[in-house]
């Protein structure tokens, strides 16, 4: 069975200071992974997704993940944050038969000025 | 274009009631799946509906059900509410259920049951 494990339940950081949020998963099978942001009272949005290829992905808002498969991490990063980054981030897998995905249980960001 | 809508967005119900939750896929997405957000906890896939079928099934008893209309739009039924079923139940919406196709999320239904 799959899972991911988010190490942090909250990750608080100065505002234009670089940040990692860091995720693992477990899987006997081939993954594919993402990050979604949610914002207060709102629903998912996906920041960006592994699929294959490049094993450094770039997303939105300025933010980029790392696939290493042998560690079987997907930490996501961003250089310099801003304030309005202050959300709740998933990191989710699926397999390669659907689109379910199993989410972590979320790293809360708090800038601060 | 409307993304992914839910209705109602805050319910609550008694112990023991039963409720109905909607969603409206986005335009052109065919496939539909509903997950349980709990306070402080990542979302939990409860099921998916592709082709007015329940496709995958997450570890949920049967008193959550489902189901999809020929428009593609979707009710998640829960039967004999308790306590622990109050949370964000949201929904996301895909063109087909493959990997490679983007799941869209509404802002979900926030449900309480006292």
């Known amino acids: 069975a799959q899972s991911v494990t988010q190490l942090d339940s909250q990750v608080p950081v100065f505002e234009e200071a670089p940040v990692e949020l860091r995720c693992n998963y477990s899987s006997s099978v081939s993954v594919y992974l993402f990050w979604y942001v949610q914002y207060p009272n709102q629903g998912l949005q996906l920041l960006l997704k592994y699929l294959s290829g490049s094993t450094l992905v770039k997303g939105i808002n300025g933010f980029e993940a790392e696939f290493n498969k042998s560690q079987t991490s997907f930490h996501l990063r961003k250089p310099s944050v801003h304030i309005s980054d202050t959300a709740e981030y998933f990191c989710a897998v699926s397999m390669s038969d659907g689109n379910k995905l199993v989410f972590g249980a979320g790293t809360i960001l708090r800038v601060k000025s | 274009d409307a993304g992914v809508t839910q209705s109602p967005t805050h319910l609550i119900k008694t112990r023991g009631q039963q409720v109905t939750l909607r969603c409206s896929p986005k335009s052109g997405h065919d496939t539909v799946s509903w997950y349980q957000q709990a306070l402080g906890q990542g979302p939990q896939f409860i099921f998916q509906y592709y082709e007015e079928e329940e496709r995958q099934r997450g570890n949920f008893p049967d008193r959550f059900s489902g189901h999809q209309f020929p428009n593609y739009s979707s009710e998640l039924n829960v039967n004999a509410l308790l306590l622990g079923d109050s949370a964000l139940y949201l929904c996301?919406?895909?063109?087909?259920?493959?990997?490679?196709?983007?799941?869209?999320f509404g802002q979900g239904t926030r449900l309480t049951v006292v």
């Open positions: 996301a919406s895909s063109l087909v259920p493959h990997v490679n196709t983007e799941a869209f």
